[in-house]
């Protein structure tokens, strides 16, 4: 079964960092974030989330704006965040088809406890949504299943934490284009924001531990101005 996908709109960055770092403690991998009313929407459009965590008040209209919408196409659980208190609003929240209404400040913790509460209502079992890890093998490199050890053509790499996580997420989607910011996002746990540097220093160092001839790549090459993609057959 498919890991349930999950849909954040807050236009609180560290909120949002927050809430998917609780989230990926409690077994969660696919999360998408936005920050307003129309970069939610389009997200649910290209992500089709299972479950929406909406805030009120959002820069460009209201998370009750976005319920709407998806309300007409989708009947995946929707939980409201607000730093309104009043039981009108949360009433309302409700009543345009809401499933749980959480006020601010809240522990991230709750929220994700609260997710899984109603991804169970909607069917979700435990073991589809806890991080059930798979061993990967693809060309000539191997992973464990706890995504710690790596070996190409049965020898163990010597490899950081950092450069592990960069080629799980390689290993994941062989042979397609990860941009930067999704690479830092899923790695660093963090906004991309022109950390530039900082990734292209472990990408050069994990090109010198799994390539023959890190100067002239065959696996990690870069497509210019869109990312990196991780070529095996």
């Known amino acids: 079964m498919t890991k349930p996908r999950i849909l954040i709109v807050d236009d609180e960055n560290d909120l949002r960092h927050l809430m998917k770092t609780a989230l990926r403690k409690e077994g969660f991998t696919e999360i998408e974030t936005a920050g307003s009313v129309q970069e939610g929407w389009n997200q ?4 089709s989330p299972d479950i929406a965590i909406l805030d009120i008040m959002l820069p460009d209209g ?4 976005l319920c709407r919408r998806i309300r007409e196409v989708s009947h995946i ?5 607000s ?5 009108t609003d949360k009433i309302l929240g409700l009543a345009l088809g809401g499933d749980d209404y959480i006020t601010k400040p809240f522990s991230p913790k709750e929220v994700a406890f609260r997710v899984k509460a109603q991804l169970r209502r909607a069917g979700y079992h435990e073991a589809e949504m806890a991080s059930q890890p798979k061993p990967l093998s693809i060309g000539p490199f191997s992973m464990n299943k706890e995504e710690t050890e790596v070996m190409k053509n049965g020898e163990m790499l010597e490899l950081t934490a950092k450069e592990i996580g ?3 997420c390689f290993m994941h989607n062989p042979n397609q284009i990860i941009s930067k910011e999704t690479l830092f996002e899923r790695v660093w746990g963090e906004d991309f924001l022109g950390a530039d540097n900082t990734l292209m220093v472990h990408i ?5 531990k799994i390539e023959d001839h890190p100067s002239k790549p065959i696996y990690l090459t870069t ?3 869109l990312g990196y993609k991780f070529i095996v057959k």
């Open 44 to 47: 649910f459009e290209s992500f």
């Open 62 to 65: 209201e998370g009750y704006d």
């Open 77 to 81: 659980p929707i939980l409201f965040l």
């Open 83 to 87: 730093a309104k208190s009043d039981e």
């Open 166 to 168: 960069l080629l799980a």
């Open 204 to 208: 050069r160092r994990l090109r010198e």
């Open 223 to 225: 497509v210019k101005g």
